[in-house]
């Protein structure tokens, strides 16, 4: 058993989430019970995932997406309500953790990426969000546009959009920032790397992809991001001797 505060600190102390300007609240969202004997995580705080993590009986709720983004309505309607309505019944906490998740070195959604994809990491990739967000690196064996595709759909358990001029062209560097990075592609292209991995697409980047000739995958945004908050839940639970398991929620994008 360990307390809320404690594993709520332990966390902001870890991913340094005072440190980040982001687009919503990093740490504890919705204030469950004091003890926590067993957590839960997941990428999205979606309603399937608190029903789920109650099935389970879990005290507390980890994510990367949660709630209370710039630009939600301030009222407490709609999904909204029931979302918090559901945590506040069952008196469960909810944390959740955005960019200071995508950005840690030891656990978060890029550094899992290269581990899972087989990259050497060799630096940093700026990101539109003003801070050096994703990463650069190279494969550990080069492999075709059309190979790398089909490793990504076995890998990341999602078939990806491929834009390339060349389905044959041999890709050894490589830039990667998870999530709706697509914008980022221009870091990508400044470093003259061989392709550029991300989440989400965009329309416009189908048009710089083919004229600047670097090698696009948009791989799912879910896709892409279910390693990090894994790799949270089982820090946590190593830390405290508590119960952790990881709930994926299946989503196309």
């Known amino acids: 058993m360990a307390s809320r505060e404690e594993i709520t600190e332990y966390c902001n102390r870890l ?6 300007n982001d687009y919503c609240p990093n740490g504890l969202q919705v204030e469950g019970k ?31 997406h949660g709630y209370f983004w710039k630009n939600d309505s301030k009222c407490i309607t709609g999904y ?7 945590l506040l019944k069952h008196d469960i906490s ?20 290269a581990k899972i994809i087989e990259i050497d990491t060799t630096g940093r990739l700026p990101s539109t969000c003003g801070i050096e967000l ?17 490793e990504l759909h076995k890998k990341l358990q999602q078939n990806p ?6 389905p044959n062209k041999i890709i050894k560097t490589i830039a990667w920032c998870s999530g709706a990075a ?50 949270l839940g089982k820090k946590v639970a190593n830390q405290f001797k508590i119960d952790h398991n990881f709930i ?4 196309p994008i």
């Open 15 to 20: 991913l340094q989430a005072k440190h980040f």
């Open 34 to 64: 004091k003890e926590v004997n067993r957590i839960v995580s997941g990428v999205s705080a979606c309603l399937d995932l608190l029903q789920k993590a109650q099935q389970e009986n879990a005290d507390m709720i980890l994510v990367h």
């Open 80 to 86: 909204h309500k029931k979302r918090l309505q559901f």
């Open 94 to 113: 909810l944390l959740a953790y955005h960019l200071p998740l995508d950005q840690h070195a030891e656990i978060g959604n890029n550094v899992m990426l």
């Open 134 to 150: 994703g990463n650069i690196g190279t494969l550990q064996r080069p492999v075709s546009a059309e190979y790398l595709k089909n």
């Open 161 to 166: 959009l491929m834009i390339t001029n060349n």
């Open 182 to 231: 697509a914008d980022d592609i221009q870091y990508a292209i400044e470093n003259n790397v061989d392709a550029f991995i991300t989440g989400e697409p965009a329309e416009r980047i189908f048009h710089i992809a083919k004229e600047t000739d670097i090698t696009f995958y948009a791989c799912g945004h879910h896709a892409t991001e279910r390693y990090g908050i894994q790799a």
């Open 248 to 251: 994926d929620i299946p989503c």
